[in-house]
């Protein structure tokens, strides 16, 4: 599992959590989970600038 720590000094403190099936993005209660497609998907359109 890789865990990165979205943190700025001064607010909450978001994680990402991928493990060989999924990638898990939020906080403590607050969480969203993706399969690793969806996460792929999500990554393509955040470099190209879609969103």
């Given at each position: 599992?890789?865990?990165v720590n979205l943190c ?6 978001p994680v990402i959590k ?34």
């Amino acid at each position: 599992m890789k865990i990165v720590n979205l943190c700025a000094e001064g607010s909450c403190c978001p994680v990402i959590k991928i493990t060989d099936t999924q990638v898990e993005i939020g906080e403590k209660d607050n969480a969203c989970v993706l399969t690793k497609e969806q996460w792929e998907v999500l990554k393509e359109k955040i470099l190209k600038k879609e969103i």
